[in-house]
């Protein structure tokens, strides 16, 4: 059974900073691209950082500079360290674990950036 469990969500003002960490389990961790996706109420989900088997990192034009994807293979773990926060980042975010024409889905954190 799969299993990706996020967390590190939560209230951060301005400025501030969080880290998410998805855990997973039921996967060869090592072999699959991770990403970290975004919704916002009445928007659409959005790509914000992927991470592939290798190491290569991609990130959408308005994280750029703020916001950094990490893997530890020996954890089966994905993380999103995200400074300079900013309300338009506040979302729930999703970390999905993507190989070939399947991707495994966590059930999301709540990240609200608010004064």
């Known amino acids: 059974q799969v299993q990706l469990v996020e967390s590190g969500g939560g209230l951060v003002q301005p400025g501030g900073s969080l880290r998410l960490s998805c855990v997973t389990s039921?996967?060869?961790?090592?072999?699959?691209?991770m990403d970290w996706y975004r919704q916002a109420p009445g928007k659409q989900r959005e790509l914000v950082a992927s991470?592939?088997?290798?190491?290569?990192?991609n990130y959408a034009d308005s994280v750029k500079g703020r916001f950094t994807i990490s893997r530890d293979n020996a954890k089966d773990t994905v993380y999103l360290q995200m400074n300079s926060l900013k309300p338009e980042d506040t979302a729930v975010y999703y970390c999905g674990a993507r190989k070939r024409m399947s991707t495994y889905w966590g059930q999301g954190t709540q990240v609200t950036v608010s004064s």
């Open positions: 039921g996967i060869i961790f090592s072999t699959y691209t």
């Open positions: 991470i592939t088997n290798g190491a290569r990192t």
